[in-house]
């Protein structure tokens, strides 16, 4: 099905457990099945011991603003409809080093029209949600100053 959204393959055994955990609702982190260590993105290998042995931590799904974007057209169709809209990478609670990028959204339907751009700044606190975006539920971030 052709749609113009840039999907992941939910197949993948690599990343499947991220998002899986979307799926149900929780922002799950890939950790080294041997010395605990978490990485995102998730990858076969843990750089740290270079074992192959994987488990998947649910986490907080918090964290803090650790850079942001707003996107302008020109852009692919379907994000052209949206847009301008924020995306930010949030540092987690957890492991400030473990980074994640989702779009930001505020007001009553969780929409990026719900965040004024003049209002993120880096380190604001935000809180994953979740969006279904056809047969995908990706994470997305909220924080007190869009509720």
Request: glycine share 10%; net charge negative.
């Amino acid at each position: 099905m052709e749609t113009g959204w840039i999907l992941p393959d939910l197949s993948s055994e690599v990343t499947r457990g991220f998002w899986d955990g979307c799926a149900a609702g929780e922002l799950r982190i890939q950790t080294c099945g041997s010395c605990g260590a978490m990485r995102m993105p998730p990858r076969p290998m843990c750089p740290a011991c270079r074992s192959v042995a994987r488990d998947w931590k649910t986490v907080s799904g918090e964290g803090r603003i650790w850079s942001f974007v707003v996107a302008h057209p020109p852009l692919l169709p379907a994000y052209a409809e949206i847009a301008p809209y924020p995306v930010v990478t949030v540092a987690l609670a957890e492991d400030p080093t473990i980074r994640i990028v989702g779009g930001l959204v505020g007001g009553p339907n969780l929409t990026a029209d719900g965040v004024d751009p003049a209002t993120i700044e880096i380190g604001d606190p935000v809180r994953v949600v979740f969006a279904q975006i056809e047969d995908v539920t990706v994470p997305r971030w909220t924080g007190p100053k869009w509720a």
